[in-house]
Protein backbone atom coordinates (compact mmCIF):
# COMPACT_ATOMS: atom_id res chain seq x y z
CA UNK A 1 0.00 0.00 0.00
CA UNK A 2 1.46 3.08 -0.90
CA UNK A 3 1.39 6.43 0.16
CA UNK A 4 -0.41 9.70 -1.47
CA UNK A 5 2.81 10.87 -2.13
CA UNK A 6 4.35 7.31 -3.42
CA UNK A 7 1.38 6.71 -5.54
CA UNK A 8 1.95 10.30 -7.31
CA UNK A 9 5.63 9.26 -7.55
CA UNK A 10 4.93 6.17 -9.26
CA UNK A 11 2.39 8.09 -11.26
CA UNK A 12 5.02 10.41 -12.65
CA UNK A 13 8.02 7.39 -12.96
CA UNK A 14 5.36 6.02 -15.56
CA UNK A 15 4.48 9.19 -17.69
CA UNK A 16 8.69 9.72 -18.12
CA UNK A 17 9.44 6.25 -17.93
CA UNK A 18 7.02 6.18 -21.57
CA UNK A 19 8.19 9.38 -22.31
CA UNK A 20 11.96 8.32 -22.50
CA UNK A 21 10.75 4.92 -23.77
CA UNK A 22 9.02 6.39 -26.82
CA UNK A 23 12.10 9.00 -27.21
CA UNK A 24 15.11 6.73 -27.76
CA UNK A 25 13.64 3.12 -28.26
CA UNK A 26 10.34 3.95 -30.55
CA UNK A 27 7.19 2.00 -30.48
CA UNK A 28 3.45 3.25 -29.03
CA UNK A 29 2.92 -0.15 -27.25
CA UNK A 30 4.85 0.11 -24.08
CA UNK A 31 4.06 4.02 -23.74
CA UNK A 32 0.68 3.74 -23.65
CA UNK A 33 0.98 0.79 -21.48
CA UNK A 34 2.63 2.60 -18.73
CA UNK A 35 0.39 5.79 -19.25
CA UNK A 36 -2.74 3.50 -18.97
CA UNK A 37 -1.24 2.12 -15.38
CA UNK A 38 -0.22 5.60 -14.60
CA UNK A 39 -3.97 6.93 -15.41
CA UNK A 40 -5.27 4.09 -13.49
CA UNK A 41 -3.18 4.83 -10.39
CA UNK A 42 -4.32 8.07 -10.48
CA UNK A 43 -7.89 7.61 -11.10
CA UNK A 44 -8.01 4.77 -8.36
CA UNK A 45 -6.23 7.53 -5.54
CA UNK A 46 -9.54 9.76 -6.08
CA UNK A 47 -11.55 6.73 -5.86
CA UNK A 48 -10.18 4.96 -2.73
CA UNK A 49 -7.90 7.72 -1.11
CA UNK A 50 -5.73 6.41 1.52
CA UNK A 51 -8.85 4.83 3.49
CA UNK A 52 -7.37 1.55 3.93
CA UNK A 53 -4.18 3.15 5.51
CA UNK A 54 -6.61 4.58 8.24
CA UNK A 55 -8.70 1.77 8.59
CA UNK A 56 -5.02 -0.25 9.26
CA UNK A 57 -3.74 2.47 11.76
CA UNK A 58 -7.35 2.64 13.71
CA UNK A 59 -6.95 -1.22 14.06
CA UNK A 60 -3.54 -0.87 15.47
CA UNK A 61 -4.32 1.88 17.23
CA UNK A 62 -2.31 4.67 16.01
CA UNK A 63 -4.89 7.47 16.27
CA UNK A 64 -2.33 9.54 15.15
CA UNK A 65 -0.93 7.66 12.00
CA UNK A 66 -4.70 7.43 11.26
CA UNK A 67 -5.61 10.91 11.18
CA UNK A 68 -2.58 12.09 9.13
CA UNK A 69 -3.75 9.77 7.07
CA UNK A 70 -7.16 11.18 6.92
CA UNK A 71 -5.58 14.49 6.19
CA UNK A 72 -4.36 13.17 2.58
CA UNK A 73 -7.80 12.82 1.45
CA UNK A 74 -8.71 16.67 0.43
CA UNK A 75 -12.06 16.11 -0.62
CA UNK A 76 -14.15 13.26 0.06
CA UNK A 77 -16.68 13.57 -2.02
CA UNK A 78 -14.65 12.14 -5.34
CA UNK A 79 -14.48 8.65 -3.10
CA UNK A 80 -16.35 5.79 -3.87
CA UNK A 81 -19.66 5.58 -1.83
CA UNK A 82 -18.42 3.18 0.15
CA UNK A 83 -15.28 4.54 0.83
CA UNK A 84 -16.79 7.52 1.66
CA UNK A 85 -18.72 6.05 4.31
CA UNK A 86 -15.62 4.61 5.45
CA UNK A 87 -13.95 8.16 5.42
CA UNK A 88 -16.87 9.29 7.42
CA UNK A 89 -16.78 6.38 9.77
CA UNK A 90 -12.72 6.44 10.61
CA UNK A 91 -13.47 10.29 10.93
CA UNK A 92 -16.00 9.34 13.41
CA UNK A 93 -14.05 7.18 15.53
CA UNK A 94 -11.14 9.79 16.07
CA UNK A 95 -13.81 12.30 16.62
CA UNK A 96 -14.91 9.83 19.11
CA UNK A 97 -11.05 8.92 20.54
CA UNK A 98 -10.42 13.41 20.53
CA UNK A 99 -13.71 13.30 23.17
CA UNK A 100 -15.93 15.16 20.72
CA UNK A 101 -18.88 12.81 20.72
CA UNK A 102 -21.24 15.20 19.15
CA UNK A 103 -19.02 15.93 15.78
CA UNK A 104 -18.46 12.17 16.00
CA UNK A 105 -21.84 11.23 16.03
CA UNK A 106 -22.84 13.52 13.15
CA UNK A 107 -19.59 12.00 11.62
CA UNK A 108 -20.95 8.48 11.89
CA UNK A 109 -24.46 9.00 11.29
CA UNK A 110 -22.78 10.61 7.60
CA UNK A 111 -21.50 7.52 7.43
CA UNK A 112 -24.56 5.25 7.25
CA UNK A 113 -26.34 7.60 5.46
CA UNK A 114 -22.80 7.52 2.56
CA UNK A 115 -22.75 3.74 2.30
CA UNK A 116 -20.91 2.20 5.16
CA UNK A 117 -21.80 -1.51 4.59
CA UNK A 118 -20.09 -3.61 7.16
CA UNK A 119 -21.82 -5.38 9.81
CA UNK A 120 -18.60 -5.08 12.58
CA UNK A 121 -18.38 -1.62 11.39
CA UNK A 122 -22.29 -0.94 11.28
CA UNK A 123 -22.21 -2.73 15.06
CA UNK A 124 -19.83 -0.24 15.82
CA UNK A 125 -21.74 2.99 14.79
CA UNK A 126 -24.08 1.82 16.32
CA UNK A 127 -23.02 1.34 19.83
CA UNK A 128 -21.03 4.56 19.63
CA UNK A 129 -24.63 6.42 18.78
CA UNK A 130 -25.96 4.68 21.37
CA UNK A 131 -23.22 4.98 24.04
CA UNK A 132 -23.72 8.46 23.20
CA UNK A 133 -27.20 8.75 23.74
CA UNK A 134 -27.19 7.30 27.00
CA UNK A 135 -24.20 9.58 28.20
CA UNK A 136 -26.45 12.65 26.94
CA UNK A 137 -29.29 10.88 28.91
CA UNK A 138 -31.69 10.21 26.11
CA UNK A 139 -32.72 6.81 27.06
CA UNK A 140 -35.07 5.95 24.12
CA UNK A 141 -32.71 6.57 21.29
CA UNK A 142 -29.58 4.86 23.07
CA UNK A 143 -32.37 2.14 22.81
CA UNK A 144 -33.22 2.59 19.50
CA UNK A 145 -29.45 2.59 18.94
CA UNK A 146 -28.40 -0.57 20.76
CA UNK A 147 -31.14 -2.50 19.32
CA UNK A 148 -29.68 -1.63 15.50
CA UNK A 149 -26.59 -2.60 16.57
CA UNK A 150 -27.57 -5.86 18.35
CA UNK A 151 -29.25 -6.58 14.57
CA UNK A 152 -25.83 -6.62 12.69
CA UNK A 153 -25.13 -9.72 14.57
CA UNK A 154 -21.27 -8.93 15.31
CA UNK A 155 -18.71 -11.49 15.63
CA UNK A 156 -16.46 -9.03 17.59
CA UNK A 157 -16.55 -10.72 21.18
CA UNK A 158 -15.15 -7.06 22.52
CA UNK A 159 -17.65 -5.39 21.09
CA UNK A 160 -20.56 -8.33 21.91
CA UNK A 161 -19.48 -7.96 25.66
CA UNK A 162 -19.69 -3.87 25.25
CA UNK A 163 -23.15 -3.95 23.92
CA UNK A 164 -24.35 -6.20 26.94
CA UNK A 165 -22.72 -3.61 29.24
CA UNK A 166 -24.37 -1.40 27.69
CA UNK A 167 -27.59 -3.04 27.87
CA UNK A 168 -27.44 -3.61 31.60
CA UNK A 169 -26.94 0.16 31.96
CA UNK A 170 -29.81 0.94 30.33
CA UNK A 171 -31.97 -1.76 32.47
CA UNK A 172 -30.70 -0.61 35.35
CA UNK A 173 -31.31 3.28 34.26
CA UNK A 174 -35.23 2.32 33.97
CA UNK A 175 -34.99 0.68 37.67
CA UNK A 176 -33.53 3.93 38.44
Same mark, same amino acid.
Given at each position: ?????????????????GIVY?????????????????? @???? +?? %???? /? =???? *???? !???? $?????????????????????????????????????? @???? +?? %???? /? =???? *???? !???? $???????????????????????RQAK??????????????????????????
Amino acid at each position: MLSARGRFLLILLLIVGGIVYLSFIGGWTIPLLMWSVGL @LLWF +SH %FRHG /S =ILGV *LFAL !QRGD $IPKAESLLAQTRNPQFLSPRYRGYYYFAKGLICFYNKD @LDEG +SK %FLKQ /S =ITEG *LSGK !QELG $IVYFNLAHTAFYQQNKPEAREYLRQAKAQEVSDLHLKQRLEELELALQDANLN
